[in-house]
């Protein structure tokens, strides 16, 4: 797991986490979650807020530019597919994928009130604040919707992200460990209705890319 939380101006930019799962012979399983990219204006707990594989729209010009980059590779921004995490088991032997139409990760009554609201002098405060988090803690109950909401999915608890010891930082992983973001085209092509309610980017300008 990987804090994506990086603290800018007068608020912390975009908390979220990536978590990559090893198996024998073939590429990681890789995903990404967060709140959403516009922060968490005025929290500075890192345990107040859900993540989820899924997130609403970005706001303000600056966000909105990097948006229309987004878009040039895919029309869904705002989600991350999970698809390929269930290609492989962990010793890489090939599997039918079953997988939910999103993830969502709520914190657990052990870590959300950990940590204060205010907004400390030290804006890197997260990581003295992630350290001292007890050992082996449950983090989050990771809740998985079993398809769309309009086409009768249903939020299905399916277990807990667990510490494994403490966190911890390490040179390795602030300059050489990356997270895949997949893309939610590759979860469409196996479930073509699952995508037809997803929200697409749209230049406000009503440009094209």
Known sequence: MSSAAKPTGSQPLAPGFGLKFLRDGVDSANLV?????????????F??????????????????????????ATDF????????????????????????????????SSVNKLFSNAEPSNKMQYLDDLK???????LYDV???????????????????V??????TTKWGDEHLFFRHQMQDDDN??????????PTWKCPLGFKW
Do not use: R
């Open 33 to 45: 979650a967060m709140y959403g990219v516009n922060g968490t204006p005025g929290d500075w707990n």
């Open 47 to 72: 345990f107040e807020k859900s993540f989820t594989t899924h997130i609403g729209s970005a706001s303000g010009a600056a966000l909105q530019a990097v948006a229309a980059k987004f878009s040039t």
């Open 77 to 108: 921004i705002q989600q991350v597919g999970l698809s390929d995490m269930a290609k492989f088991d962990k010793s890489g032997k090939t599997e039918t994928p079953v997988f939910p139409h999103m993830l969502k990760f709520v914190p657990t």
């Open 132 to 138: 001292s988090v007890p050992a082996d803690s449950a």
């Open 143 to 161: 809740i998985a919707l079993t398809a769309p909401v309009d086409q009768g999915g249903k939020e299905v608890t399916i277990g807990q992200l």
């Open 163 to 168: 510490l494994d010891g403490q966190f911890t």
């Open 189 to 198: 092509k196996l479930k073509p209705d699952w995508a037809k309610g997803l």
